[in-house]
């Protein structure tokens, strides 16, 4: 086989940037400038906010780093759409991203174009010569899947809190008599394993360096948890059962009056539902059940006898399984029943760990601004594994780690069991 030149390498990240920045304006085609203002909590982020600070991280880490640097944006772009990076320049609160009813939603949309075509501008000029700053472009890319996810569930919350609660995609045919098949569970083998990226493929700094662990006798489910297997712990009392929580959850759940998943209710006319990307839906049971906090995924798993797997043990799980599912790509945007006796290892939910978010050991930032993308956030968070439902397929990969805080919910989060076999 002819081995890959950079230029050909530049056409392959230049075919998925056309195709990743478009499909970004795609999810918002459904969206009023109006629903792209809001921001439903700090923790989420307006539509067009996200469409704003994807082209600013093009245009801040890339434009204007090349050999001819294009002239720098308005200052006032610079600051609002930058989103923490300390070294790059100022930044709003995150929690005031809700304000910006200017620029307009067509005025970023044209800046986003514009950014596109001074890529593909400087791209071609790069063919004739010294390919650098791929790595950048590339790193953009995947950041923009990040957001791409983000955008989903940021739309999700903020039409759940708005009052007329709309949907973003049509009413869709769920098989609501799916089978969830059996549980079964799986022993890892014992032993000295390597886990982390291991390829010379794109990974985030993250999941390198790869490293050996050892795992100790355990067995995983066969699939995640459902709905119907969270309902059972709902109506045993779980939420009100201190035994089964961790001191600082059961405050939370206390404090909040938890007593379900986020975007579940009850009433007795409906019966129990679930808000939805689709509107208000009937709770399928054997749907893999999601929004749950890191606290309750624990809380459910101890009154399951079991616990969470660790992240090493979920990656030593995961590397035995094809890397299918339902993502982003394939999916109605909601979690559906196992095919036949697939794992669900990737897509569908994101997998709780019961690891805390820490540098692997000999782990090494990016150099310079990109320094800023993990490393500091490596404090108070929990791994979570395997993608969801809102997750682009080619973004995923056994090593990757995604990270939230123990009471964040508003994710497509779920929960794989694991037991002790010692
Ligand atoms: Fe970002």
């Not at 903020?158 to 009413?171: I, K, V, W």
């Not at 014992?190 to 700094?205: L, N, P, R, S």
Request: proline share 8%; with cysteine; net charge negative.
């Amino acid at each position: 086989m002819k081995p890959e030149t950079g230029v050909d390498r530049l056409n392959t990240l230049l075919e998925s940037y056309l195709k990743i920045r478009r499909d970004s304006e795609k999810i918002c085609e459904g969206l009023s400038a109006e629903d792209c203002q809001l921001q439903a909590m700090p923790d989420v982020s307006p539509p067009k906010w996200h469409l704003a600070h994807t082209s600013w991280f093009f245009e801040r880490f890339l434009l204007r780093t090349g050999p001819d640097p294009t002239p720098p944006i308005p200052p006032l772009y610079d600051h609002l759409f930058n989103s923490y990076y300390e070294t790059a320049g100022s930044f709003p609160p995150r929690a005031q991203r809700g304000l910006l009813s200017r620029p307009g939603l067509d005025e970023v949309i044209a800046w986003r174009h514009d950014v596109d075509r001074r890529i593909l501008e400087l791209s071609s000029d790069e063919k004739q010569g010294e390919l650098h700053n791929s790595q950048i472009l590339e790193i953009g890319l995947h950041h923009e899947q990040q957001h791409q996810e983000l955008l989903l569930t940021d739309i999700k919350y903020n039409f759940f809190m708005q009052p007329f609660q709309p949907a973003l995609g049509t009413t869709r045919n769920r098989k609501t008599d799916a089978h969830a098949p059996a549980l079964r569970w799986e022993r890892l083998p014992e032993g000295v394993h390597t886990i982390g990226h291991v390829k010379e493929t794109f990974a985030f700094d993250n999941e390198r360096p790869a490293h050996r662990i050892y795992i100790n006798p355990v067995a995983l489910a066969s699939r995640p948890a459902t709905n119907g297997e969270y309902l059972d712990f709902i109506r045993a009392g779980g939420y009100r059962q201190v035994e089964l929580w961790l001191s600082e959850g059961w405050n939370w759940v206390r404090a909040h009056h938890l007593q379900q998943p986020l975007y579940w209710h009850y009433d007795d006319h409906h019966g129990w539902r679930q808000f939805t990307l689709h509107g208000w839906e009937s709770l399928a049971m054997h749907e893999p059940v999601c929004h749950l906090s890191y606290f309750e995924a624990d809380a459910f798993a101890r009154w399951c006898g079991a616990r969470l797997p660790t992240e090493q043990e979920w990656e030593v799980f995961a590397r035995r399984r094809p890397l299918t599912g339902h993502f982003f790509d394939f999916s109605d945007l909601h979690p559906a029943p196992a095919h036949d006796d697939a794992s669900q290892v990737y897509g569908d939910v994101w997998e709780w760990t019961s690891s805390s978010y820490a540098p692997y050991p000999g782990y090494q930032p990016l150099a310079g601004s990109l320094g800023e993308y993990n490393g500091k956030f490596m404090v108070n968070q929990y791994v979570l594994r395997g993608g969801s439902c809102a997750t682009p397929w080619q973004h995923i990969r056994p090593s990757y780690r995604n990270f939230f805080p123990a009471t964040a919910r508003w994710q497509f989060t779920g929960v794989r069991l694991a037991k002790d076999l010692l």
